[in-house]
């Protein structure tokens, strides 16, 4: 009996907002809109998230990466015209790394040079040259498509021999096949060995490039070229001439990067401490380099995260909150508007109780179709972002879940004043009101 | 003093007072009032303005609450009941005709008959039946699905009259019923009421109308709060 009494509770509250079409309308509007930000704010926040963690995942979560940084000018002696500044990683540390830290499983030193390759007389492409060793897939997501990757014997006998990714073999080789051609780098002759693909998931370009820690494919350049790395060393020199400011500086870097696997996550942190302290020893506390855990950028990316959502959310929130206050609004326009109403209906018998449920009933009709197109417009924005702006979005059941929630109670928020308010009213008094 | 129709006291009330406190004075809208009617009477309550017949009409109505004193409605002290008891009196005991009919402007002739029953928990099927039947009763069996505002005072007024007999009410309480119709209308809304105190129901109507006092069984007067004198017609 209580059910079909809310339901015809329910039917005389669309009837009577039916009424009145053009209010119901636009006031369904404010919480159509406040629960379709939360919904949207909340799926644009998760998916640049999950981005920003699949480009942290593919660094490996048990790699170090230790990356070449230009030091800070210590001496301001620019009177000197020619001087060649010696810094970064070097063979030494490599080689010293591997022999003195016992639970290194694996260490991949390589040597990043950003060049121009070409094949017959095809126009140049810019690509980035990899010099390194055949261990480099074991700490890299690459998968191998064809061929072989580069060998012991290929680095043993400093052999013109490379392997491409895909980006390259599409720049350079259009529909050719790219296995047993020969490119042209830097005056040398190359002979593509294998074809490689670098396994990338909806990397959120421009998300993570201050730190650097993105290799592939960024900058303009088409892709990676992968050369033993003693090939490279004894091919291109380390030396890099740059002038700048009528004076000409000379740098000589030998190593970009050297990847340090460990056995399990669990010993990254404490890895990275004895690493730095080699290092620091080694380099004589200069700071041309730094170390990268992506474990802990995981870490970090899941606490920006939260903080993300939570930030996202509330600015929504708010939009919600200013819709509810439009509800309230009219329903208090409403409660007066219908006094008489409310005085004919309580002498009928309508207990407060009864009013109460009239009137909020009305509120929540409108709220709850405002979280339904809410939910609606605010499933399909998303997806235009994501088709538009080419962001990654993901919208998540409790994120659906959490905006109709907020809708509802918004909904009995903000009617229970104008509800209480009708249902207080003198029925003597009411009755009389014109 | 009072001459007993039939059976038992359906209206009684002992020492009512209704007192209003304005600035400090005490205002007295009813002063120790004693009014006992019979079930199947026809009253009228007649008075000048300011005479307590509005106060009285609330009391007995249950939209309001005496001072002090008390009431019994069928038996029943409703005097010291809360608001949800009130109102569960009101659905269920009384039936209102108001002089500007009230009825719900968005509601139709049937939706409005059924507010009453609706608010007693009556199945949407059993009342819409009884609202259609109600409806032909006085004479609108044709214009179930009207608007009020697509009806005439009169039609309005008789929607009114179905709607106060709905849950079949022990009396009812018209205030100026033909107040704001033409004469026509007017003696159309009596004959109904005249069909009703030959059904038995228990009629209390406040009215200046002489016409409606002539076709009362019992006419009370009112003055200053107080029973002026009460007058047997005797039909």
Known sequence: MLFFRLKRTFKLGVKSLWLHRLRSTLTTLGIVFGVCSVIAMLAIGEGASEAAQEAIRQLGSTNLIIETVKPPEEQADTGTVESVKHYGLTYTDAESIRNTIPDVEVIVPAREIDHEARYRNRPKSAIKIIGTIPWYTEIKPIRLVRGRFLSSTDLQHQLSVCVVDEGVARGLFLFDDPIGKDIRIFGNYYRVVGLVSVMSGPVNEGFLQASSVLEAGSGGVAGNVYIPLTTVKSRFSELNFTISGGNRSAEKVELQKITVKVASAEQVLSMRDIVDALLRRLHKDKKDYQIIVPLELLRQAARTRRIFSIVLGSIAAISLVVGGIGIMNIMLATVSERTREIGIRRALGAKRRDIIVQFLSETLVLTLLGGVLGIILGSVIPALVTYFGRMPTIITGWSLLLAFGISAMVGIVFGMYPAWRAANMDPIESLRHE | ?235
């Open chain 2, 1 to 235: 003093m009072v001459g007993v129709t039939s059976g038992m006291a359906i209206v009684a009330t002992e020492n009512l007072n209704k007192v209003y406190r304005v600035g400090g004075y005490e205002l007295f809208a009813l002063r120790d009032f004693n009014l006992h009617i019979d079930e199947g009477l026809y009253a009228a309550i007649m008075g000048p303005s300011g005479s307590g017949k509005s106060t009285l009409l609330n009391i007995l109505g249950c939209l309001d609450r005496p001072s002090s004193g008390t009431y019994r409605l069928a038996g029943e002290d409703v005097s010291g009941l809360d608001d949800d008891l009130l109102s569960e009196v009101r659905g269920r005991r009384i039936g209102f005709i108001f002089q500007s009919y009230n009825l719900i402007a968005q509601l139709n002739v049937i939706e409005n008959i059924e507010v009453p029953m609706f608010y007693q928990g009556l199945s949407e099927h059993k009342s819409a039946a009884r609202a259609a039947e109600l409806a032909g009763l006085v004479g609108l069996g044709d214009r179930l699905r009207h608007r009020p505002s697509e009806l005439s005072g009169g039609q309005q007024q008789r929607v009114a009259i179905a709607r106060a007999l709905a849950n079949d009410p022990a009396i009812i309480l018209a205030d100026e019923p033909t107040g704001n119709l033409d004469s026509a209308s007017g003696a159309e809304i009596l004959g109904i009421l005249d069909d009703l105190r030959e059904q038995g129901k228990t009629l209390i109507v406040v009215t200046h109308d002489a016409e409606i006092a002539a076709r009362a069984q019992r006419v009370i007067h009112l003055l200053d709060g107080r029973i002026e004198k009460e007058v047997d017609v005797g039909a």
